[in-house]
């Protein structure tokens, strides 16, 4: 069983950075940030496979997001640069999907999620 803490979300202007954080209870041979707007479905936002240290992001965050992954801490990180009001929602972290890409469906763990607010 892997347990799944996110940390770090809040209220910020457009144009502004946050970064979450994703504790985990050791190690997940793949693992993913998701996220879902009021109304809207669940979307894949970043994953990151360790073993090769390769990453995917979703068109929508390409270029502004940044997936990272501190293996000492167990801890995932969401770097979110020039943030947008379309990038509010309530962010959850994911573990352990054998294919480690945005399909949601296929991940074991999920976190309880933070939300992130993004004003205009």
């Known amino acids: 069983q892997v347990q799944l803490v996110e940390s770090g979300g809040g209220s910020v202007q457009a144009g502004g950075s946050l970064r979450l954080s994703c504790a985990t209870s050791g190690y997940t041979y793949c693992m993913a940030w998701f996220r879902q707007a009021p109304g809207k479905e669940r979307e894949g936002v970043a994953a990151?496979?360790?073993?090769?240290?390769?990453?995917v992001y979703d068109r929508s965050v390409k270029g502004r997001f940044t997936i990272s992954q501190d293996a000492a801490k167990n801890t995932l990180y969401l770097q979110m640069n020039s943030l947008k009001p379309e990038d509010t929602a309530v962010y959850y972290c994911?573990?352990?999907?054998?294919?480690?890409?945005?399909?949601?469906?296929?991940?074991?763990?999920w976190g309880q999620g933070t939300q992130v607010t993004v004003s205009s």
């Open positions: 994911a573990a352990e999907s054998p294919n480690c890409n945005l399909n949601g469906a296929l991940y074991n763990y």
């Open positions: 990151f496979y360790p073993p090769l240290r390769t990453t």
